[in-house]
């Protein structure tokens, strides 16, 4: 049976590998009931994170909660690589401090920043699109009385 959980690691299962350590590792790091994932373990970063989400996704009030929190954790921890301006001041203020200190990491950076705006923008159009199909709150009121529905003719 499909919940709004499963819906969203079916969605994060189709992102970048690079992009799911990112969400995890932030959304890890900034929501409160994710302190048991190891954030230095990249390997495993993703499998703790999911098995985490999934944890705390034990009754069908809870699955709401989990979605409505991922929701707005990716919304406010992720919107801004979805602007295409912030990426070019990013991009203009890497390559001065690395014209400023010559550092080849900064350079480096710079360099990459094209191609993960890109990825990141078209990542982010998949988000909003994938929430507002399916994580709005009338979806996921819609679910929940769906699944009081089915208990109370159970």
């Known amino acids: ?27 890890s790091f900034g929501t409160p009931g994710f302190a048991e994932i190891n954030l230095s373990a990249t390997d495993t970063i993703v499998q703790e994170f999911e098995k985490v989400i999934l944890d705390h996704s034990t009754s069908d009030l809870k699955d709401v909660g989990a979605a409505v929190t991922l929701r707005s954790a990716l919304d406010f921890f992720f919107i801004t690589r979805g602007d295409r301006e912030e990426w070019k001041e990013n991009e203009a203020l890497t ?14 950076l710079a360099d990459e920043m094209p191609l993960r705006r890109e ?36």
Request: aromatic letters at 10%; a neutral charge.
């Open 1 to 27: 049976m499909s919940t709004p959980i499963t819906t969203f690691l079916t969605w994060f299962h189709t992102l970048p590998p690079s992009h799911k350590i990112d969400i995890a590792a932030l959304i």
């Open 95 to 108: 390559r001065s401090l690395a014209e400023q200190t010559g550092s080849d990491t900064f350079q480096k």
């Open 119 to 154: 990825q990141w923008l078209r990542t982010c159009a998949l988000w909003e699109a994938f929430r507002d199909e399916h994580l709005t709150d009338q979806m996921l009121m819609a679910w929940s009385r769906e699944q009081a529905a089915k208990r109370a003719g159970a």
